[in-house]
Each structure stands twice: as C-alpha cells, then as structure tokens.
C-alpha cells in the first residue's frame, strides 16, 4: 500500500509501531520494521547511552528503516536528541512538547519528524515548526491521552494542515486502518495491538490482561492532574482513581504512581504496576507475530478500500 507515508519513510506499509516506555525496545522495534512497518523505540526515560546500544541492536537485527520516540518533558531529551543525530536513525516522534529547539539539527541530520498532537492548534504549529508529518493521536489510546476522539480528530488536522497525518487510538485491525484512510489520514500508528507480539517483551501476565480484555477494561488515572492516562483497569487503578475523587494531593498522587509503569511493564506487579493500554484491547484475542498482525490488517485493509 503506497501513500505519503511510506515514501516518506521508504517503508512497505503505512504503520508505525507506537512508542510505548519500557515496552518499545529493540526487539519489537526491528520486528516491526523487518515486516515492512515503521518499528520505534522508546525513549522514556532511559540514559541515552541505553537508547544508543538499543539502536545498534536493531540495527543487527534489521537494515529496514526505524526510529525512536522521545518525550521532550524528560530530563533527558536533549541528550536523546543528540544520539538520534550521532546514530542516524531515520526518524524520531516526540510527545509531550515542543521539539522545535531540536529540529534544524535533525532536518540537518536527514531526520524525518514526527510530532504527536492531540488537536489542531498544535498540528498547525508543527508544520509551521518544520514537521514531516504529524501523528494525530485519539483519546482511546493507551498512556497519557488528550480529549478529541480519534474520529473526530483525524479529519480535523487532515483538513488543517497540508503534512502528511498519522493517525492514532483505537485502531486494530483492518478496519480500523481502512476508517482512518477515509479520514484522511496517510498511514496508522498502533501501540495496543502490539503488546500481544510475541516479539513484545512485556511480561506474560501483562499480556494475559490485554488478550482478555474486554471494551469496558480500560480506565483514565490522572484526570485531576491534567496529565490523564488509560491503562488497564486493576485493582490499584481503580484504588487510584478513588482517591482522586477522594482529594488526593498532588504529591500523594506522585507518590502512588512513580514507578509504576516500569513495574507492570517490567516486573509484571498487578499490585502496584499501571498497565498502559488502549480502549480497543478487547478485538485482541490472541498473541502473534508482528508480521502476522500487519499483514492480516492490510490485507483486510485493501479489501475494504479495493485497492
């Protein structure tokens, strides 16, 4: 399927794999790009040295083109800006920010970017900025969410900005990348589905909940904080979001939530761990292999739009 996209990132098909922290490491990554999509690794918060030996592994796992995701609120950004320079990756998404201080050295660099935006306003702004493209990204994904709809944002910034669009939350399957391509978007960026790759490294517990989900197995944590996040709904975020309707402050809300992505992504801790996660986890119901997940939604997808 070619589009905007795929020409732009020299790829077979117009899907990136979502940049999820702790989670989006070299292996899915290189899967991902070896299958003819767009793998990422994930920024997070790691040491930029640990993103650099990421990179290199992917690299020997792949030739194919992929990138990395970095959250510009993060101490480390800059640092991570530079690696992605020194080590030539062919694109980098960022969240959470502004990277228009970083983009004359990655355009300079060959660098495509590819800002994720939760509106139109900042879609507009991005292009102004430099941007390639712009990830248009619905309030059903998993992790740190804004309010617009998938449905109702696609077709916005499409209509807004004249940069290719990606778009973003609630899309699994063929269908899902078909409605997207009616929205006017270019290609698709799914995070959810992935987590049940076996390329995923996640724990087999986390997978389990994300297999057995059903629509109604998702939650907002963090609304009270403006900084909302979905993730799987559990007996401690469930806990969480009673205390915020109780009045938690805002450090007691830190207290209860740092460290708690790496300790369901990681550790596989139900007890403490935020297992971030889309509202679409419940079309998931088994795992594959990556390659298996992006062909059966094209393939699905071409028969929908005839193509």
């Known amino acids: 399927m070619k589009t905007k996209i795929t020409e732009l990132l020299n790829i077979e098909y117009p899907i990136l794999q979502g940049g999820m922290a702790w989670i989006s490491e070299h292996g899915l990554a290189a899967a991902v ?11 997070g918060n790691a040491p930029a040295e640990i993103i650099r030996e990421e990179i290199k592994k992917a690299r020997a796992l792949t030739d194919k083109p992929f ?5 510009l609120m993060s101490p480390n950004a800059e640092e991570l800006a530079r690696v992605v320079i020194e080590e030539r990756v062919a694109f980098v998404t960022t969240g ?3 990277p228009g201080k970083f983009m004359d050295g990655w355009k300079a660099a060959g660098i495509k970017v590819i800002p994720v935006i939760p509106g139109v306003a900042l879609a507009r702004r991005m292009e102004r900025s430099g941007a390639d493209a712009v990830i248009a990204e619905g309030t059903e994904s998993g992790g740190h969410i804004g309010e617009n709809t998938t449905m109702c944002l ?15 939350g609630g899309i699994a399957d063929g269908r899902g990348v078909a409605a997207s391509f009616m929205l006017g978007a270019e290609g698709v960026q799914v995070g959810t589905r992935f987590l049940a790759a076996e390329e995923c490294r996640i724990p087999a517990n986390f997978k389990e909940l994300v297999v057995k989900a059903k629509d109604t ?13 979905r993730c799987i709904k559990t007996k401690f975020s469930r806990a969480l979001v009673q ?47 990556a390659a298996e997940i992006i062909d059966e939604m094209f393939k699905r997808a071409r028969e929908l739009l005839k193509i």
């Open 33 to 43: 790009s070896e299958a003819g999509g767009a793998g990422i690794i994930a920024g």
């Open 67 to 71: 990138g990395v995701n970095i959250m």
């Open 96 to 98: 959470a920010g502004n």
């Open 154 to 168: 696609v077709p916005q910034v499409a209509d807004a900005v004249s940069i290719p669009v990606i778009a973003a």
């Open 217 to 229: 197995d998702t939650i907002v944590t963090g609304k009270f904080t403006g900084h909302p996040c």
């Open 243 to 289: 205390r915020e309707k109780d009045g938690i402050t805002p450090e007691e809300f830190e207290n209860m939530t740092v460290g708690a992505l790496k300790k369901a992504a990681v550790d596989g801790n139900i007890e403490e761990g935020s297992f971030l996660c889309g509202s679409i986890a419940g079309m998931i119901e088994k795992v594959q292999p």
